[in-house]
């Protein structure tokens, strides 16, 4: 479920200053992909209680709780002591307005970190909020909240598509309706699970489709390794037993794990292989800007694959076949940015549980505690886990940006350039003057941070577009790689395309050799990113894009910020300046004529 890595600083792509062309630059990545259960602020508000402090783990349980009613959980009244959470609102018409739950008001506070939970403990868990059941997403039409539910063929050939691929939001606004994304990200996004209930066998059908357990036959054909692609394991004890064989993985020694040792088989990134999967993930990373992988999990009846744990990323579950029961717990670190397993004795009670059915969505923010089990006498179980925003952190982009910010700033304030005092490094804890000097300058690059601008997380941005998917594509993908329509000229118009596979930065050409370093322009795209390699952190990578001088920023933030430009109109020198430009961007398939 969670991709680790750290994100080091790439290198510029290679190449010449004077005349803009496609160059590539290969390397072995930094970010790679841990799967589910390996290892890996804000403070979520999770409805009725405050988060509990991680020094002080909660009190463990008499006896195991019942399970709420699926359908319609009871409502306690909004003064309800804090430590037993809202119940979502009623799956038929109640006083609460069905696309907004009411077990948060949206203008509620987040919790601060290591405030007391409030008492008594809850009797059983509840329920997160959930939706009323709902076949069709609501609205039609426009771009303004989920798009219509689309009954066409799914780009596989299969069970008729529930999800609107026309733009990443409609994309996503229909995986998670009725709820709108403006609701969602208000009141659910990093602060509380939610839970969506689908009861469509239309929906349940196409989730269906996206992986199989009679999928893993096809795919053992294709080379498969134990580790890399393939896990088997269990939790036995509180604990994660990991039961892989060496070398290849072979489907009828999956079988006898799956049914004879009753271990969960944990496939790892299977959009490298299933092209729905690999549709519905490209869009998504469109939508949020990271980084999206997944995993898909195979569990038998009466059997547990991972021990309590929490994860760093945020996590969208969807049950593909069978049952899940799932219990979710108060986060000990919120947001938290590492994987880590919990002791039942320190997570306490659930603080909510229930069952999971094909076609079911369920969402939880990083940090939350989470086991799942599928209970006994039941058919196997498969969800498929889709997770982003590792290492998307506010302070994340701060450790990218500030090296950049003081790279530029030192050429210009000598008192950046002024030595620091004798024998400060060797000194345990540094002076109060020091300090204090520090402190200065930080502010000094504060305010020239926010009276410029600069493009901002260049790392970042570049680690995003080289690692994620290519856009989804039927056939050779002839259009992303060969460029096609009219060549542009001085007197063309022309458009970008591709916008959401592009990103636009500045940095240092590492190219020089003398001490000054210029700044350039790069533009990374992922429209030749090797889909097989996406989130497999072992395997190299390549970025692909282009190069330009610093004074070619304007004429690109034009060609980036309109609709439609003609050539001439760009804020260039020379008209062989122009045309080169618009020339290098169309090699790439960035730009067409229109």
Known sequence: MAFTGDRPRRPPLPGTKHQPKFHTCRRKTGVHYKPHGTSNSGTPAWPGRASPPASRPASPPASRPASPPASRPASPPASRPASRPASPPASRPASPPASRPASRPASRPASRPGSPPASPPASRPASPPAMPKAAEPPGRGSDQGPGPCKRAKAASGGPACPLNFASPRLLFGSLIAPVEPETFFREFWEKQPLVLRRDDPAVAAYCQALFRLSDLKSLCGRGLL????????????????VLNKAGRVHFLQLRKDLDQRRATIQFHQPQRFKDELWRIQEKLECYFGSLVGSNVYITPAGSQGLPPHY??????????EGQKHWRLYHPTVPLAREYSVEAEERIGRPAYEFTLKPGDVLYFPRGTVHQADVPPGLAHSTHVTIST?????????LLDTVSGLVFDAVKEDVALRAGIPRQLLLQVEGTAAARRRLGGLLRTLADRLEGTGALLAGGMKKDFVTHRLPPYHEGDGAELSTPGGRVPRLDSTVRLQFKDYSVLTVGPDQNQSDETQETMVYIYHSLKNRRELHMMGNEETESHGLRFPLSHMDALKQIWGHSTICVKDLKLTTDEEKENLVL??????????V
């Open 311 to 320: 994860d760093d990323v945020e996590v969208f579950i969807l049950q593909l």
């Open 226 to 241: 134990y580790g890399r692609d393939v896990n088997v394991c269990r939790c036995v004890k509180g604990k994660k037993k």
């Open 389 to 397: 925003y590792q290492n998307s952190s506010w302070g994340d982009c």
């Open 584 to 593: 290098s961007l169309w090699t790439e398939c960035l730009i067409q004529v």
